[in-house]
Protein backbone atom coordinates (compact mmCIF):
# COMPACT_ATOMS: atom_id res chain seq x y z
CA UNK A 1 0.00 0.00 0.00
CA UNK A 2 1.04 3.57 -1.38
CA UNK A 3 0.58 6.04 1.66
CA UNK A 4 1.05 9.97 0.83
CA UNK A 5 3.90 11.60 2.54
CA UNK A 6 2.25 14.68 4.09
CA UNK A 7 5.38 16.42 3.87
CA UNK A 8 5.97 16.30 -0.25
CA UNK A 9 2.50 14.78 -1.59
CA UNK A 10 0.17 17.90 -0.72
CA UNK A 11 0.56 21.22 -1.84
CA UNK A 12 1.27 23.74 1.22
CA UNK A 13 -0.64 26.92 1.19
CA UNK A 14 0.35 30.05 3.02
CA UNK A 15 -1.64 30.39 6.75
CA UNK A 16 -1.64 34.16 6.04
CA UNK A 17 -2.45 35.09 2.56
CA UNK A 18 -4.11 30.91 1.23
CA UNK A 19 -1.38 31.13 -1.65
CA UNK A 20 -0.52 28.07 -2.41
CA UNK A 21 3.75 28.23 -1.89
CA UNK A 22 6.72 27.41 -3.79
CA UNK A 23 9.48 25.14 -3.38
CA UNK A 24 11.17 27.68 -0.90
CA UNK A 25 8.69 28.00 1.88
CA UNK A 26 8.91 29.58 5.92
CA UNK A 27 7.42 27.14 9.01
CA UNK A 28 6.49 28.49 12.37
CA UNK A 29 4.73 26.94 15.12
CA UNK A 30 1.20 27.56 15.40
CA UNK A 31 0.83 29.87 18.49
CA UNK A 32 -2.63 28.04 19.43
CA UNK A 33 -2.06 24.49 19.05
CA UNK A 34 0.76 22.54 20.32
CA UNK A 35 3.06 20.79 18.12
CA UNK A 36 1.24 22.20 14.70
CA UNK A 37 3.43 23.62 12.26
CA UNK A 38 1.82 26.95 10.01
CA UNK A 39 3.44 27.71 6.54
CA UNK A 40 4.18 31.01 5.44
CA UNK A 41 5.50 33.22 2.07
CA UNK A 42 8.64 35.65 3.43
CA UNK A 43 6.58 38.37 2.60
CA UNK A 44 3.71 36.75 5.27
CA UNK A 45 6.66 35.69 8.04
CA UNK A 46 8.03 38.94 7.68
CA UNK A 47 4.81 40.30 8.98
CA UNK A 48 4.10 37.86 11.46
CA UNK A 49 2.95 39.26 14.91
CA UNK A 50 4.72 36.38 16.10
CA UNK A 51 8.07 37.00 14.57
CA UNK A 52 7.96 41.03 15.21
CA UNK A 53 6.58 40.22 18.67
CA UNK A 54 10.36 38.29 19.33
CA UNK A 55 12.14 40.27 17.88
CA UNK A 56 11.09 43.43 19.55
CA UNK A 57 11.70 41.67 22.82
CA UNK A 58 15.26 40.77 21.97
CA UNK A 59 15.52 44.68 20.85
CA UNK A 60 14.69 46.12 24.09
CA UNK A 61 16.52 43.72 26.10
CA UNK A 62 19.85 43.82 23.93
CA UNK A 63 19.41 47.17 22.68
CA UNK A 64 18.99 48.33 26.60
CA UNK A 65 22.46 46.68 27.03
CA UNK A 66 23.72 48.00 24.20
CA UNK A 67 22.81 51.68 25.06
CA UNK A 68 23.66 51.49 28.44
CA UNK A 69 27.08 50.25 27.84
CA UNK A 70 27.59 52.50 25.01
CA UNK A 71 26.02 55.93 26.07
CA UNK A 72 25.05 55.34 29.43
CA UNK A 73 28.09 57.52 30.80
CA UNK A 74 26.74 60.53 28.40
CA UNK A 75 23.05 59.62 29.22
CA UNK A 76 23.81 59.88 33.06
CA UNK A 77 25.66 63.00 32.93
CA UNK A 78 23.01 64.81 31.10
CA UNK A 79 25.99 65.71 28.30
CA UNK A 80 23.53 64.78 25.04
CA UNK A 81 25.00 65.51 21.38
CA UNK A 82 23.47 65.83 18.68
CA UNK A 83 25.09 61.91 16.99
CA UNK A 84 22.66 60.37 19.91
CA UNK A 85 19.66 61.45 18.04
CA UNK A 86 20.50 58.30 15.32
CA UNK A 87 22.83 56.26 17.41
CA UNK A 88 19.55 55.59 19.76
CA UNK A 89 17.33 54.26 17.69
CA UNK A 90 20.10 52.51 15.97
CA UNK A 91 21.13 50.92 18.98
CA UNK A 92 17.37 49.41 18.84
CA UNK A 93 17.40 48.68 15.64
CA UNK A 94 20.11 46.38 14.82
CA UNK A 95 19.44 43.66 17.59
CA UNK A 96 15.62 43.79 15.84
CA UNK A 97 17.11 43.08 12.76
CA UNK A 98 19.43 40.62 13.81
CA UNK A 99 16.74 38.80 15.88
CA UNK A 100 14.61 38.78 12.64
CA UNK A 101 17.04 37.33 10.39
CA UNK A 102 17.71 34.80 12.67
CA UNK A 103 14.27 33.33 12.74
CA UNK A 104 13.86 33.73 9.16
CA UNK A 105 17.24 31.57 8.45
CA UNK A 106 16.00 29.13 10.96
CA UNK A 107 12.44 28.89 9.35
CA UNK A 108 13.94 28.51 5.70
CA UNK A 109 12.66 25.66 4.07
CA UNK A 110 13.24 24.01 0.64
CA UNK A 111 11.26 21.31 -1.24
CA UNK A 112 14.15 18.73 -2.87
CA UNK A 113 11.43 16.96 -5.90
Known amino acids: ?16 CHKVLGSSYYVS ?7 VEDF ?3 GCILIS ?4 KKSLKASVVVGTLLLALN ?9 LYKA ?5 PLTYLVPFCVSSWGSITN ?6 F
Not at 3 to 15: A, G, L, Q, S, Y
Not at 84 to 88: A, D, L, S, T
Not at 107 to 112: D, E, F
Open 49 to 52: STLV
Open 1 to 16: MNVPDTNTDIEKTCCQ
Open 84 to 88: MIWKI
Open 29 to 35: MNSKHSG
Open 71 to 79: QGDFILSGE
Open 40 to 42: HHL
Open 107 to 112: AKRINV
